[in-house]
């Protein structure tokens, strides 16, 4: 147990859906992380947000939406997705941003239809 | 762009066997340097970091990781690995900047090690 914790585990959705993707640290971390792990790539990082004000957004498509209400608490809305999207969702929490020593929740499977 | 290459995509070796792992990184500054395993499905969790002093760091689990700034590598070692080793293992940077700013971490693409009991 990391502290992190992500809800669901898994989710498969068609393109035409929309769900969220959750996700709570108990770590009393300030920064908090969305990554996406597909098979034989690096982890890429998506979005960044420290003290609730995103401060990272790598390049992501706008159908992915991220909402961070705290530094407690933060989601990951899908709408209208991909098949090529298709991935494992990590959630990651740290101190402070711009790294330090990340705590990673054990991910959301995504499957788009 | 920065980068981080991690040499061997799956790695097969017997118990007691010696484990290194390549990771190699493409930046000419200051870095912080980390390595993570990710257990059959479990979350990826820190296995050791380098941030400054004696090159050599020692982890989890028997685990160790050489820096060596002239090569940009931080592999690493376990003398003898047993079955429970078996999982994915990622390689990550955090580079500075010249204004002394962290970057975010970059991670290699992980390599796959699986131990034969």
């Known amino acids: 147990e990391t502290g992190v914790t992500q809800t669901p585990r898994h989710l498969v959705m068609g393109m035409t859906n929309k769900k969220s993707l959750k996700c709570e640290q108990h770590?009393?971390?300030?920064?908090m992380y969305w990554y996406k792990q597909s098979a034989k790539k690096p982890l890429e990082l998506m979005f960044v947000y420290n003290f609730k004000e995103q401060t990272e957004n790598n390049s992501v498509p706008s159908r992915f939406s991220p909402e961070c209400p705290n530094s407690s608490h933060l989601f990951l809305h899908l709408h209208t997705l991909q098949p090529e999207d298709s991935a494992l969702y990590l959630c990651a929490s740290s101190p402070e941003g711009g790294g330090n020593i990340q705590y990673f929740g054990a991910g959301t499977r995504l499957s788009v239809l | 762009a920065q980068s981080v290459s991690q040499h061997n995509h799956h790695v097969i070796l017997s118990e007691a066997a010696s484990l290194e792992l390549g990771c190699n990184y493409s930046y000419g500054g200051t870095v912080n340097l980390f390595w993570y395993v990710q257990y059959p499905g479990q979350h990826l969790q820190l296995l050791l970091k380098y941030f400054s002093g004696d090159p050599l760091v020692k982890g989890i689990k028997g685990f160790e990781a050489e820096f060596i700034k002239s090569k940009f590598s931080f592999n690493l070692r376990k003398p003898s690995v047993q079955w429970s080793d078996t999982a994915e293992y990622f390689c990550a940077v955090r580079p500075y900047d010249g204004g002394g700013s962290q970057g975010n971490l970059i991670f290699g693409k992980g390599t796959k090690l699986s131990v034969k009991p």
């Open positions: 770590l009393g971390h300030n920064a």
